[in-house]
């Protein structure tokens, strides 16, 4: 008989678990390095249950936003190797993925807690105290780091030759 800790997350990681692999998504840019950061925070969310105060969606996404950046960090350190000829990735040309490919470079190329900002923002449609908590930092910050990364994206998307293009290498820079 499983203990009232697991089947309570259970019912998290099921009814919360894609949107939660979004918002990893739109912070890595990645699928694959999404799925391995949301891997990451569910075990942390796990380990953490009967201490999470409030809302466990909530404490997921700060540590998303956390784990993010510090993965970004750790990256910067230690650059990634190519595959050589597995490194290519077959592109499609509908104006559909055009367009999506466009927006992701955009997102993926702001620094990360702007990134954070605007994913949580405008992407998740949270409330700037909810994107506060998530970010750690004060709602006036989120303010901020939000409108930079808006005209960084308004310029990145006005001009889309700066936007860097997908690759799924698993790099976020």
């Not at 089947?7 to 990645?30: I, K, P, Q, Y």
């Not at 990364?149 to 030759?161: I, Q, T, V, Y």
């Amino acid at each position: 008989m499983r203990d009232s800790r697991g089947a309570e997350f259970d019912d998290f990681v099921r009814t919360r678990s894609m949107a939660l692999l979004r918002v990893a998504f739109l912070l890595t840019g990645n699928r694959y390095a999404a799925e391995d950061l949301l891997q990451e925070v569910l075990e942390q969310v796990y380990v953490r249950w009967r201490r999470v105060r409030g809302s466990p969606e909530a404490y997921a996404r700060r540590a998303l936003a956390n784990r993010s950046i510090n993965r970004w960090r750790w990256r910067s350190r230690r650059p990634e190797q190519a595959l050589g000829d597995h490194d290519g990735v077959a592109r499609d040309h509908a104006d559909a993925v055009a367009l999506r490919e466009l927006v992701v470079g955009a997102v993926r190329a702001l620094p990360p807690r702007q990134r954070a900002a605007v994913v949580f923002r405008y992407l998740e449609d949270l409330p700037i105290a909810d994107v506060a908590a998530a970010m750690g930092c004060s709602e006036g910050a989120v303010k901020s780091h939000a409108a930079r990364g808006l005209a960084r994206l308004r310029k990145a998307l006005a001009e889309p030759s700066l936007v860097m293009p997908i690759t799924d290498s698993g790099s976020s820079r």
